[in-house]
């Protein structure tokens, strides 16, 4: 089945650790994106990707890095630089004709 | 700069009950509008997609309207279940930006 896949789904950091987060889509989207959701927040962008080899900062950067070596795939590290880490991230393609945004599962990451 | 309010923040109804969430966005430059649903922990799941040049769509039990002149859109359920019961959020594409922005969503809670 064509979708998008998150992993993993729940992960424990400790302060000064860097951690990536895995998105894979094989639904041969071109737009790629990376969202950050916190509670009783909206969703924000952190980075996004319109082509392979070449990504955005959002509104959210600071702290995060990114990479889009292949069209599949758009892993997001974050860096012992983010401040608040704790937070629920998302994962979404999107068609480039009509826009329609597809999301993973998404993955909780806590900072112990 | 588009903002998009959905309101209520939360509703509660009895189930079997004909529903309608509301979606407001300031600037009529938009090129789709999407409505998701979102269940605790987990990721977004479309429900629909209507473009700019559209006024509705429909899937099942659901019907989403589109008035760009007045800024609003509508996700109407019909009869209610408690399996409606989720987080619904709308996104705007923004012709002008590129930019998609994101509702706050409204919580519906249907009750047996």
């Known amino acids: 089945d064509g979708g998008i896949t998150q992993s993993p789904k729940y992960l424990f950091r400790k302060e000064g650790q860097n951690v990536t987060l895995s998105c894979e889509q094989n639904?041969?989207?071109?737009?790629m994106y990376w969202y950050r959701q916190d509670p009783g927040q909206g969703l924000r962008l952190i980075y996004y990707s319109q082509i392979v080899n070449d990504f955005q900062k959002g509104d959210i950067a600071e702290g995060y890095s990114v990479s889009r070596e292949k069209k599949e795939s758009f892993p997001l590290t974050v860096t012992s630089a983010q401040k608040n880490p704790t937070a629920f991230y998302l994962c979404?393609?999107?068609?480039?004709?009509?826009?329609?945004?597809?999301f993973g599962e998404g993955s909780r990451l806590t900072v112990l | 700069k588009q903002e998009v309010t959905q309101i209520p923040a939360a509703l509660s109804v009895p189930e079997g009950e004909n529903l309608v969430l509301n979606c407001s966005f300031t600037?009529?430059?938009?090129?789709?509008l999407q409505w998701f649903r979102q269940d605790p922990g987990k990721g977004l799941t479309s429900l629909l997609l209507i473009q700019s040049s559209q006024r509705e769509q429909t899937s099942g039990r659901l019907n989403a309207s589109l008035d760009k002149s007045s800024g609003r859109s509508t996700l109407y359920i019909a009869a209610s279940q408690p399996g409606d019961s989720a987080t619904y959020l709308c996104v705007v594409g923004s012709s002008n930006t590129g930019k998609l922005i994101f509702g706050q969503g409204t919580t519906l809670q249907v009750k047996p």
């Open positions: 600037d009529s430059a938009i090129y789709n």
């Open positions: 979404a393609s999107s068609i480039m004709n009509t826009g329609e945004l597809f």
């Open positions: 639904l041969n989207h071109d737009a």
